[in-house]
T-cell receptor, first 114, second 112 residues
Framework: KAGVTQTPRYLIKTRGQQVTLSCSPI?????VSWYQQTPGQGLQFLFE???????NKGNFPGRFSGRQFSNSRSEMNVSTLELGDSALYLC?????????????FGNGTRLTVT | GQQVMQIPQYQHVQEGEDFTTYCNSS?????IQWYKQRPGGHPVFLIQ?????EVKKQKRLTFQFGEAKKNSSLHITATQTTDVGTYFC????????????FGSGTQLTVLP
Protein backbone atom coordinates (compact mmCIF):
# COMPACT_ATOMS: atom_id res chain seq x y z
CA LYS A 1 0.00 0.00 0.00
CA ALA A 2 1.41 3.38 -0.93
CA GLY A 3 2.02 5.78 1.93
CA VAL A 4 0.94 9.38 2.31
CA THR A 5 2.25 11.47 -0.57
CA GLN A 6 2.94 15.17 -0.27
CA THR A 7 3.91 17.50 -3.08
CA PRO A 8 6.02 19.43 -3.59
CA ARG A 9 8.83 18.40 -1.25
CA TYR A 10 10.41 21.85 -1.24
CA LEU A 11 9.11 25.34 -1.93
CA ILE A 12 10.69 28.76 -1.82
CA LYS A 13 8.33 31.72 -1.81
CA THR A 14 8.52 35.44 -1.21
CA ARG A 15 6.67 37.34 1.50
CA GLY A 16 3.17 38.29 0.39
CA GLN A 17 2.80 35.41 -2.05
CA GLN A 18 0.47 32.49 -1.58
CA VAL A 19 1.17 28.78 -1.72
CA THR A 20 -0.81 25.56 -2.17
CA LEU A 21 0.40 22.25 -0.79
CA SER A 22 -1.02 18.89 -1.77
CA CYS A 23 -1.55 15.65 0.12
CA SER A 24 -2.72 12.23 -1.07
CA PRO A 25 -3.69 9.98 1.83
CA ILE A 26 -3.27 6.23 2.11
CA UNK A 27 -5.88 4.47 0.03
CA UNK A 28 -9.03 3.98 2.10
CA UNK A 29 -8.14 6.66 4.64
CA UNK A 30 -10.78 9.34 4.77
CA UNK A 31 -9.28 11.70 7.34
CA VAL A 32 -6.49 14.10 6.49
CA SER A 33 -4.84 16.31 9.09
CA TRP A 34 -2.26 19.02 8.61
CA TYR A 35 0.49 19.98 11.03
CA GLN A 36 3.11 22.70 10.99
CA GLN A 37 6.51 21.74 12.37
CA THR A 38 9.09 24.32 13.39
CA PRO A 39 12.14 23.99 15.67
CA GLY A 40 10.71 26.46 18.15
CA GLN A 41 7.05 25.42 18.27
CA GLY A 42 7.21 21.71 17.53
CA LEU A 43 4.22 20.08 15.83
CA GLN A 44 1.23 22.41 15.74
CA PHE A 45 -2.17 21.19 14.56
CA LEU A 46 -3.65 23.17 11.68
CA PHE A 47 -6.86 21.36 10.75
CA GLU A 48 -8.50 18.03 10.00
CA UNK A 49 -10.72 17.14 7.07
CA UNK A 50 -13.04 14.19 6.88
CA UNK A 51 -15.53 13.51 4.09
CA UNK A 52 -14.72 16.84 2.47
CA UNK A 53 -15.62 18.80 5.62
CA UNK A 54 -13.33 20.54 8.06
CA UNK A 55 -13.93 18.76 11.37
CA ASN A 56 -11.37 20.41 13.57
CA LYS A 57 -9.21 23.50 13.51
CA GLY A 58 -6.13 24.63 15.40
CA ASN A 59 -5.16 28.15 16.43
CA PHE A 60 -3.87 29.52 13.17
CA PRO A 61 -4.95 32.71 11.39
CA GLY A 62 -7.42 32.68 8.55
CA ARG A 63 -4.55 32.91 6.06
CA PHE A 64 -4.27 29.16 6.51
CA SER A 65 -7.03 27.25 4.80
CA GLY A 66 -7.61 23.86 3.33
CA ARG A 67 -10.00 21.65 1.52
CA GLN A 68 -10.59 18.00 0.81
CA PHE A 69 -11.83 16.44 -2.37
CA SER A 70 -14.19 13.52 -2.90
CA ASN A 71 -11.22 11.17 -3.39
CA SER A 72 -9.92 12.24 0.07
CA ARG A 73 -6.97 14.13 -1.39
CA SER A 74 -6.41 17.40 0.43
CA GLU A 75 -4.84 20.74 -0.28
CA MET A 76 -3.64 23.40 2.10
CA ASN A 77 -3.35 27.04 1.14
CA VAL A 78 -1.44 29.81 2.84
CA SER A 79 -2.07 33.33 1.61
CA THR A 80 -0.05 36.50 2.18
CA LEU A 81 2.99 34.56 3.30
CA GLU A 82 5.06 35.81 6.22
CA LEU A 83 8.63 34.95 7.14
CA GLY A 84 7.31 33.07 10.17
CA ASP A 85 5.42 30.67 7.92
CA SER A 86 8.71 28.99 7.02
CA ALA A 87 8.30 25.45 8.30
CA LEU A 88 7.86 21.80 7.48
CA TYR A 89 4.19 21.16 6.70
CA LEU A 90 3.15 17.62 7.44
CA CYS A 91 0.05 15.88 6.27
CA UNK A 92 -1.24 12.80 8.06
CA UNK A 93 -4.02 10.41 7.19
CA UNK A 94 -6.08 8.01 9.27
CA UNK A 95 -9.02 5.74 8.53
CA UNK A 96 -11.70 7.49 10.59
CA UNK A 97 -12.55 10.90 11.86
CA UNK A 98 -10.57 12.24 14.77
CA UNK A 99 -7.21 11.07 16.05
CA UNK A 100 -8.15 8.02 18.08
CA UNK A 101 -6.31 5.85 15.60
CA UNK A 102 -2.66 6.28 14.58
CA UNK A 103 -1.71 9.03 12.19
CA UNK A 104 0.31 8.13 9.11
CA PHE A 105 2.49 11.05 8.11
CA GLY A 106 3.84 12.01 4.73
CA ASN A 107 7.40 13.23 4.16
CA GLY A 108 6.24 16.81 4.37
CA THR A 109 6.67 19.97 2.31
CA ARG A 110 9.54 22.20 3.39
CA LEU A 111 8.40 25.81 2.83
CA THR A 112 10.91 28.63 2.95
CA VAL A 113 9.62 32.21 2.86
CA THR A 114 12.16 34.88 1.97
CA GLY B 1 -6.08 24.91 25.89
CA GLN B 2 -4.52 21.52 26.33
CA GLN B 3 -0.77 21.49 26.84
CA VAL B 4 1.53 18.51 26.64
CA MET B 5 4.98 18.95 28.14
CA GLN B 6 7.84 16.60 27.42
CA ILE B 7 11.21 16.31 29.16
CA PRO B 8 14.06 16.28 28.63
CA GLN B 9 14.34 18.30 25.43
CA TYR B 10 17.68 16.70 24.57
CA GLN B 11 19.41 13.56 25.76
CA HIS B 12 22.84 12.23 24.86
CA VAL B 13 23.63 8.67 25.89
CA GLN B 14 26.42 6.23 25.31
CA GLU B 15 25.40 3.21 23.28
CA GLY B 16 24.18 0.54 25.67
CA GLU B 17 22.87 2.99 28.26
CA ASP B 18 19.18 3.32 29.05
CA PHE B 19 17.01 6.30 28.09
CA THR B 20 13.71 7.65 29.38
CA THR B 21 11.50 10.48 28.19
CA TYR B 22 8.54 11.81 30.17
CA CYS B 23 5.31 13.35 29.03
CA ASN B 24 2.88 15.39 31.16
CA SER B 25 -0.49 16.77 30.19
CA SER B 26 -2.37 19.67 31.73
CA UNK B 27 -5.62 17.73 31.24
CA UNK B 28 -6.76 14.13 31.52
CA UNK B 29 -6.14 12.22 28.32
CA UNK B 30 -8.40 9.70 26.63
CA UNK B 31 -5.36 8.14 25.00
CA ILE B 32 -1.72 8.84 24.34
CA GLN B 33 0.33 7.99 21.29
CA TRP B 34 4.08 7.89 20.78
CA TYR B 35 5.90 8.73 17.57
CA LYS B 36 9.53 8.63 16.46
CA GLN B 37 11.00 11.01 13.92
CA ARG B 38 14.40 10.20 12.48
CA PRO B 39 16.61 13.13 11.40
CA GLY B 40 15.27 14.43 8.09
CA GLY B 41 12.26 12.13 8.31
CA HIS B 42 8.64 12.29 9.33
CA PRO B 43 6.95 11.11 12.54
CA VAL B 44 6.27 7.39 12.58
CA PHE B 45 3.70 5.89 14.93
CA LEU B 46 5.09 3.62 17.63
CA ILE B 47 2.25 2.79 20.01
CA GLN B 48 -1.03 3.89 21.55
CA UNK B 49 -2.01 3.58 25.21
CA UNK B 50 -5.61 3.88 26.31
CA UNK B 51 -6.08 2.40 29.77
CA UNK B 52 -5.09 3.91 33.09
CA UNK B 53 -1.83 2.35 34.32
CA GLU B 54 -1.29 0.54 31.02
CA VAL B 55 2.20 -0.78 30.24
CA LYS B 56 3.20 -1.98 26.78
CA LYS B 57 6.50 -3.31 25.52
CA GLN B 58 8.05 -3.42 22.07
CA LYS B 59 11.36 -5.25 22.29
CA ARG B 60 13.65 -2.80 24.14
CA LEU B 61 10.97 -0.08 24.40
CA THR B 62 8.59 0.13 27.37
CA PHE B 63 5.67 2.54 27.37
CA GLN B 64 3.61 3.49 30.42
CA PHE B 65 0.40 5.45 30.88
CA GLY B 66 -0.10 6.99 34.31
CA GLU B 67 -2.88 6.01 36.68
CA ALA B 68 -4.45 9.46 36.39
CA LYS B 69 -4.07 9.39 32.59
CA LYS B 70 -2.18 12.67 32.67
CA ASN B 71 1.35 11.40 32.17
CA SER B 72 3.29 8.84 30.22
CA SER B 73 6.82 7.63 29.74
CA LEU B 74 8.93 5.84 27.17
CA HIS B 75 11.92 3.86 28.36
CA ILE B 76 14.52 2.36 26.03
CA THR B 77 16.80 -0.31 27.44
CA ALA B 78 20.36 -0.64 26.14
CA THR B 79 20.15 2.01 23.44
CA GLN B 80 21.53 1.39 19.97
CA THR B 81 22.59 3.87 17.29
CA THR B 82 19.39 3.01 15.41
CA ASP B 83 17.42 4.58 18.28
CA VAL B 84 18.63 8.05 17.28
CA GLY B 85 15.79 10.47 16.59
CA THR B 86 13.18 12.63 18.25
CA TYR B 87 10.48 10.94 20.30
CA PHE B 88 7.13 12.65 20.57
CA CYS B 89 4.20 11.90 22.79
CA UNK B 90 0.80 13.06 21.60
CA UNK B 91 -2.45 13.04 23.52
CA UNK B 92 -6.13 13.62 23.09
CA UNK B 93 -7.95 15.30 25.96
CA UNK B 94 -10.97 13.47 27.33
CA UNK B 95 -14.08 15.09 25.92
CA UNK B 96 -12.12 17.31 23.56
CA UNK B 97 -12.45 17.83 19.85
CA UNK B 98 -10.39 14.66 19.37
CA UNK B 99 -7.31 16.34 17.98
CA UNK B 100 -3.86 15.11 18.88
CA UNK B 101 -1.72 17.61 20.75
CA PHE B 102 1.97 16.82 20.44
CA GLY B 103 4.60 17.26 23.08
CA SER B 104 7.73 19.21 22.22
CA GLY B 105 9.70 16.02 21.75
CA THR B 106 12.91 14.58 23.16
CA GLN B 107 15.85 14.48 20.79
CA LEU B 108 17.95 11.41 21.49
CA THR B 109 21.58 11.13 20.43
CA VAL B 110 23.35 7.81 20.89
CA LEU B 111 27.12 7.96 20.94
CA PRO B 112 28.89 4.82 19.64
Amino acid sequence: KAGVTQTPRYLIKTRGQQVTLSCSPISGHRSVSWYQQTPGQGLQFLFEYFSETQRNKGNFPGRFSGRQFSNSRSEMNVSTLELGDSALYLCASSPGQGHNSPLHFGNGTRLTVT
Amino acid sequence: GQQVMQIPQYQHVQEGEDFTTYCNSSTTLSNIQWYKQRPGGHPVFLIQLVKSGEVKKQKRLTFQFGEAKKNSSLHITATQTTDVGTYFCAGISSGSARQLTFGSGTQLTVLP
